[in-house]
């Protein structure tokens, strides 16, 4: 039994239910699937800011955290008359009033260093062929001394947020002037997709405007991710029907009918109530009339990129191009797919689709990675088994990346095109060039994170091994298989001492939530500037 076609096998299975295909079929030409090799472990109360907003309060879902803070604060009570009961208790920290407002700053800055985190570690561009040198992370200290707040993802090198403002500062569009009519329409739609919020610190009280996604889009993205997951869920479920067992066969037999209901009932629901038809009519609209005079548009996307980043200043004072998620609150959810095999060995030899799927994800599966992670280096170790047990499950979900100074429509408009300056700079005159291994300047920008916690694996052998690399793990380092982190530390400031696994038994459980990649979606030709275009500026 080897280790490889194991893990291949629950890749594979991974591979299904994000795309609805198996490992052996590639992705559509505009998509592309990056593993991070190992996982980042991540507590689910690093999303909070995702649930209301950076600058918010405590919800509902985690006001219990909240409360833990302040009575923290406010230390251990005391009694000077034991007998006197909880009335006449005083606490020995902070005065309760104190330990509140403590509490409200360290929330916050709590909350906007998570945000921080999350918008800088997305702010990458995807590589057509990863290596494993491309799916790795580290903690970059280039912004500073807090290493926590700048995690980057080791992709193509460049950010998505430098590329783009560069791209707007340092490109010529079509300036052949719009008509009253047609400005007034780009500016109703651009107000369909994108509003300006009020935005009120939680702690100090100043209210600035930021841009926002707008309710319909808002809506759109919530209904989208709806019926593509019914839809994905839906075509997995027959891939496995087609290759799998007698019993993914019977079940579909029986069911299949109900999940291709769901799908169709998940795309009305996206046309009726996420309005499908109005966004992208806009969408079509801008791209039409952009396509003549771009020089309203582009100025626009200038300014919002520039008013954020003059705007939005991290936990250590340091810019970074926000990005949230959605849904906001899927961390603290219990609605993740689940995966279970707990006699794995017996799967793996009886099926058909067993090969390994890490190759084309950059990624090893048959040998250990240790101290990956958290900027130190990383070994592979060989790994083989005495035994024949070997089981594993896990639940796992995707989620939105949600950006608020990127318009991805920019570039797939034929009314712009890089000057010189860029191009030298670049040493390219395209973003892609749209080839099935594209190159270029810009080839893509993730748009969705695949998630996965609770895993727990079955082997005797693994618990055995993970014992010999006890001091990795406790260390900071972490221990994994191909995108999956067995060991090791969670990677955030508030968590950094918290170990994320536990042995037990025969088994080994890793506690709470990992990220383990990306989807990206990837541009075809760009720029590809009309030839009816006689006016640049």
Known sequence: MKLEDLMGYVINKLYEGLTGGTADLPLPANMKLNFLSPG???????FDFAIAGPYAGPTQLNLEDFRELVETLSGPKENDDPDAGDAEARPMGMSPQDALEEAKRMYQQHLLGCWEQWSRLVDFIPVSEPAPSDTGWAADQSAGKHKHISVVYGQSNRKLSTVYKDTLKLCKVADDALTPQEKALLER???????????????TGKKTMEPRPSPAMEAYMKYKQAYEEAAIDYASRLARAS?????????????GGIYR????????AWTARGYKNDIERAQAAISHITGQSMVLWKDMLLQTVLDLENSTTGAYGYSFSPASIIPGAFARSSGWSHFSERSLKRTVERSSSSSSGGGQFGLSLGAFTIGGGGGGGKTTKTFNFDSSDFGIEFEYT??????FAFEPSFFMSRGWKPNDTFVRDYK???HSDGTSNPNGALIGYPTKA???????????????????????????GLVGIGPFVIGGRYQQANRSSKSNYEYD?????????????????LFPKTADPSPDIKNWI
């Open 40 to 46: 980042m472990p991540i507590d689910e109360s690093f």
């Open 189 to 203: 739609m651009q107000a369909l997709l994108t509003i300006q919020v009020e935005v009120e610190d939680f702690l």
């Open 243 to 255: 290759s799998g067992t007698a019993a993914d066969a019977i079940e579909w037999q029986r069911s």
């Open 261 to 268: 209901q769901r799908a169709l009932q998940a795309q009305s």
């Open 398 to 403: 995707t989620v939105e990346i949600a950006r």
């Open 428 to 430: 390219t005159d395209k």
């Open 450 to 476: 695949l998630f996965l916690r609770n895993l727990r694996i079955y082997s005797s052998d693994i618990v055995k091994y993970m014992k010999s690399q006890e001091s990795t793990a406790q260390g900071g």
């Open 505 to 521: 038994g025969a088994s080994i459980k890793v506690n709470g939530m990992q990220l383990l990649g990306f989807m990206s979606a």
